[in-house]
């Protein structure tokens, strides 16, 4: 295999890197085997570094830090819409269609709410495994690990790897409509929410906060019936948005309604066209700004987790916690008694 | 108005409380009239706590540092399942059910979709609107504010509220099944988990996971077609995992499978008594601990939004993180960085 050129870090985090692999091995350890790998593209690499992100494993970051000149690279789809929409047929029609252009494309299937649904996101994923077969697609399925499990801060992780690999496409794909997986897609570039026909009262309440989330509408299933009727619906709404709000500015986007068929694969190129677009509307200068602020969101994200694990856990604030509650303080004075022994209060 | 004797002791929180109210205001505040208003049963004084709690005021702690002693009357009960499953029906009529037995009732409606759904839960409620004629009936929405909301941190403390202003029963009704519902409603005493019949395969796949949440499983629109089905179906899901689990003791709750038909107000009662025969195994000995435990979860909720709040805003580490990231660190290192700042490496 190639050498690289690039080189893991000695670890300059104020925490010791202690696992099996870095404790026992020498300069030429395992990361940096893990790392050739990852640049020769070989997916067994990238998914043990998502793995890492997954865990909040320290490798990660020590990994990390050596590929981040080479993030950016990627463009970052999310997708997401109402349970039934058929958004991972569109996600595989999608990556068939972008490795016709040669382009690499890695997906994450996110699932958030699986504390309710379990391994059913898995499930859906086996239609897209003819894919799998293909070495410019790389697949993967990131279920929440419970109520602390900060999906959205392993989502971003987990893309900022597929970047880091070389992929020139990352799908964000979510299940569900809720507050974490508004989190995850809006990590993305370009958010596409996919939408059908006759899926109920529950689509229609939800058009019009949907918008603020949407970079392209796609309404999917466009032979069933009612197809037309959806389309003119969102283009009124998304009209009202753009005429209507005094927030609005002359440099704001405004979503394209798109119909495709992704069952049958009619309309993808409209789909990504649209994509296209919107990228290109993006680099005119837009690109950057709103990235750093996507980057800062993520700082956040990673902050709660690794200052939850170090208060709670390391510095015993949970058995300190346990004691103050069982005496009858309430939960806010707990918290400020806590905050007290680290910040300073002048 | 009779004095409650409860009386708000001096701020001895860190910060200082600085609000219109107080500083204006000498020891007979505004806080100690909405005190009094509170305890006196005032609809609005509670949604004025409720407000606090929603906004973080600093007011919130300051009451509840008073009404801490009141607290753990109130029976609280989660209501959850896919959207369609006639969540808000039901809670409704066991509003109406309760109200017969004169027990005073506070419903908390949370959506923590609302990026996505706008308003559409207070379409809703709109059906409930009879019931806020009654003085022992409060009802609430409550919506997520975006990314860093801690909906289930604002959720929480606004039961709590409801539980000192002396209801007897609160319910927490959530909007879809995903990760940020699942920490509202299992916040709750008991958990009912609603599903209906004929609501398509994301249900039947949502069945499995939903096991895991469920204190009571509730088959609504017992009148269509496929509820007996759905309530055997669930019932050997039950089953399943009530003897092929290694991780089963004896001492656990096995979920009973209850049909109804919130809509025409048949066996609400049947689900009631579900509710009570769930309430009283969990008073032979398991509420403390179990309690415990829920208020521990929320005082690590509490505390991340105190931490974010108090690190990145008043500390300035989103200014450091922004210069940071701008000059190419990853996101990891520029946490740890911060963390370095408070944290004492030894």
Redesign the interface.
């Known amino acids: 295999m190639p050498d690289s050129g690039i080189r893991l870090s000695p670890a300059?985090?104020?925490?010791a890197v202690t696992t099996p692999s870095s404790s026992s091995s020498g300069p030429a350890s395992g990361e940096q085997r893990l790392l050739e790998r990852l640049l020769a593209g070989d997916k067994g690499a990238l998914a043990r570094l998502i793995s890492w992100a997954e865990n909040a494993d320290r490798r990660?970051?020590a990994l990390?830090?050596a590929l981040?000149?080479r993030l950016g690279q990627a463009w970052r789809i999310g997708v997401t819409g109402p349970?039934?929409a058929g958004k991972s047929t569109l996600v595989n029609e999608l990556t068939r269609e972008l490795r016709k252009h040669d382009r690499k494309v890695g997906v994450l299937a996110v699932d958030?709410?699986?504390?309710?649904?379990?391994?059913?996101l898995l499930?859906d994923r086996i239609r897209m495994e003819e894919r799998t077969i293909d070495a410019g697609v790389y697949i993967r399925s990131m279920a929440?690990r419970g109520?602390?499990?900060g999906?959205?801060r392993a989502a971003v992780d987990a893309c900022?790897a597929i970047d880091a690999a070389g992929y020139a496409e990352a799908i964000l794909e979510t299940v569900?409509?809720?507050?974490?997986?508004?989190?995850v897609v809006?990590a993305a570039d370009t958010v596409l929410v996919v939408l059908c026909p006759g899926a109920?009262?529950?689509i229609q309440?939800?058009k019009?906060?949907?918008l603020?989330?949407a970079d392209v509408l796609v309404v999917n299933k466009s032979d069933l019936p009612g197809a037309e009727r959806l389309v003119l619906d969102l283009e009124e709404a998304v009209h009202i948005r753009a005429t209507g709000g005094a927030r609005r500015t002359d440099d704001e986007w405004s979503a394209p309604v798109v119909m495709c068929s992704a069952g049958t694969a009619r309309g993808l190129d409209l789909v990504l066209a649209q994509i296209e677009r919107h990228r290109e509307w993006l680099s005119q200068g837009r690109l950057e700004s709103m990235r750093?602020a996507k980057?800062?969101?993520?700082?956040?994200r990673?902050?709660?987790e690794?200052?939850?694990e170090?208060?709670?856990a390391v510095?015993g604030?949970?058995a300190r916690?346990?004691t103050e509650?069982?005496a009858?303080?309430?939960?806010?004075?707990?918290?400020?008694g806590?905050?007290?022994s680290?910040?300073d209060?002048g």
Do not use: C, N
């Open positions: 300059t985090l104020p925490f990660y970051p990390m830090r981040q000149p349970p039934g958030p709410s699986s504390p309710f649904t379990g391994g059913a499930g929440s109520s602390h499990g999906i959205a900022d569900g409509v809720g507050q974490a997986e508004y989190d809006t109920g009262d529950g309440a939800m019009a906060g949907i603020e989330v750093a980057r800062l969101a993520h700082v956040r990673v902050a709660h690794r200052l939850d170090e208060l709670f510095r604030w949970e916690a346990r509650l069982a009858g303080k309430a939960p806010w004075d707990v918290v400020e806590l905050l007290g680290i910040l209060r």
